[in-house]
T-cell receptor, first 116, second 113 residues
Framework: AQKVTQAQTEISVVEKEDVTLDCVYE???????LFWYKQPPSGELVFLIR??????QNEISGRYSWNFQKSTSSFNFTITASQVVDSAVYFC?????????????FGTGTRLAVRP | DSGVTQTPKHLITATGQRVTLRCSPR?????VYWYQQSLDQGLQFLIQ???????AKGNILERFSAQQFPDLHSELNLSSLELGDSALYFC????????????FGSGTQLSVL
């Protein structure tokens, strides 16, 4: 069965610090997809990134970057120069592909608090 | 704004009652998903519909049912409600049914008293 572990329950940083959110996953499939979603205080889940299992290139989008390493089954998320608006709960999620339907398995989330 | 509309935003009801949650997907999206978010269970996938047909099922209780109508809106029916059903219920949509990014609604907060 698939599983996503976000060991960091809460992280607190001061504005402009860099912060990395960890995500470790378990799956038996060779084809799978990894996601990050953000849940700000308003409550709505917002998509950040999707990665398939065959693409191990790291990705950077503005202050956000993602490090996907199949060897360690990790898909970590780094925010550079954090801002107060980054305060939210961040969820890592896994989808095992067509054979299992299209259901996402979410981690328990990491609550990030960025202090001014 | 994700373009996914959920109503109502809040619902307070009593144990044993039945409620219906409604979701309108983004224009053009054929797939609708329902997720439950609670403090003890986290975010749990309930069910997915694609173009009117059930496509995937998660940990959905037998007391819960859903459907997707010809106009693609979806309803989640929760019956014989228990205190433990209190949660935030999200609807999400995507264009197709294959591991795409999901657009989530703002959720319906259900409180069972």
């Amino acid at each position: 069965a698939q599983k996503v572990t976000q060991a960091q329950t809460e992280i607190s940083v001061v504005e402009k610090e860099d912060v990395t959110l960890d995500c470790v996953y378990e799956t038996r499939d060779t084809t799978y997809y990894l996601f990050w979603y953000k849940q700000p205080p308003s409550g709505e889940l917002v998509f950040l990134i999707r990665r398939n299992s065959f693409d191990e290139q790291n990705e950077i989008s503005g202050r956000y970057s993602w490090n996907f390493q199949k060897s360690t089954s990790s898909f970590n998320f780094t925010i550079t120069a954090s801002q107060v608006v980054d305060s939210a709960v961040y969820f890592c999620a896994l989808s095992e592909g067509v054979s299992s339907g299209d259901k996402l398995t979410f981690g328990t989330g990491t609550r990030l608090a960025v202090r001014p | 704004d994700s373009g996914v509309t959920q109503t109502p935003k809040h619902l307070i009801t009593a144990t044993g009652q039945r409620v219906t949650l409604r979701c309108s997907p983004r224009s053009g999206d054929l797939s609708v998903y329902w997720y439950q978010q609670s403090l003890d269970q986290g975010l749990q996938f309930l069910i997915q519909y694609y173009n009117g047909e059930e496509r995937a099922k998660g940990n959905i209780l037998e007391r819960f049912s859903a459907q997707q109508f010809p106009d693609l809106h979806s309803e989640l029916n929760l019956s014989s409600l228990e205190l433990g059903d209190s949660a935030l219920y999200f609807c999400a949509s995507s264009v197709t049914a294959y591991n795409e990014k999901l657009f989530f609604g703002s959720g319906t907060q259900l409180s069972v008293l």
